[in-house]
Nanobody, 117 residues
Framework: QVQLVESGGGLVQAGESLRLSCAASGSIASFDNMGWYRQPPGKQREWVAGIASSGVTHYADSVNGRFTISRDNGENTVYLQMNSLKLEDTAVYYC???????????WGQGTQVTVSS
């Protein structure tokens, strides 16, 4: 079925910006929700941002005002624009797609984001 592939991670300095991409092999419009999660070193995976099929977006308090999730249905790609990056943003970032009726989830392989002083 639909496969998700993240890209755009890398090493940046605090205060700089980075944009992550999540490319799907199929239509992202078929997902009820899509979002980004991250797993910092030594911590459990946490939710970062989400976008519903309606276009409504939500953000974790830790990134609200700094990160922006967006979607391009024509390109079957979800983005995460990360501005004013902080050291605590360092994590492996994962893309997620959710089917509500089937209660099923699809995950990307993850991309590493490292923020240095």
């Amino acid at each position: 079925q639909v496969q998700l592939v993240e890209s755009g991670g890398g090493l940046v300095q605090a205060g700089e910006s980075l944009r992550l991409s999540c490319a799907a092999s199929g239509s992202i419009a078929s997902f009820d929700n899509m979002g980004w999660y991250r797993q910092p070193p030594g911590k459990q995976r946490e939710w970062v941002a989400g976008i519903a099929s309606s276009g409504v977006t939500h953000y974790a308090d830790s990134v609200n005002g700094r990160f922006t999730i967006s979607r391009d249905n024509g390109e079957n790609t979800v983005y995460l624009q990360m501005n004013s990056l902080k050291l605590e943003d360092t994590a492996v970032y994962y893309c997620n797609g959710h089917y509500a009726y089937q209660d099923g989830d699809y995950w990307g392989q993850g991309t590493q984001v490292t923020v240095s002083s």
